[in-house]
């Protein structure tokens, strides 16, 4: 089974290398979308997983609140898809 957690609020230079790095337990296995929604300066990323979406619910929970280069990073589980 696979789920996505979203990443918002990412710097302009950010790479699918650096978000596995920080993400580190979202294993080597995990499909990066780095996203263009408008804004250069504020990137978003769709990361997709085999995992539980529970399991990423409790990730996204963990870093709720953390601040990345000089951000503050949201990390979520969407409701769907």
Known sequence: MSAKLMLGNLPADITEEDI????CCLGAGSRISL????????RSAI????????????????????WWRDRHISVYVPISG
């Open 35 to 42: 996203l263009d929604n408008g804004n250069p300066n504020r």
């Open 20 to 23: 596995r790095t920080r993400f």
């Open 47 to 66: 990361v997709e997983v085999d995992a539980e979406r529970h399991t990423l619910q409790l990730i996204a929970d963990h870093n709720s609140d953390i």
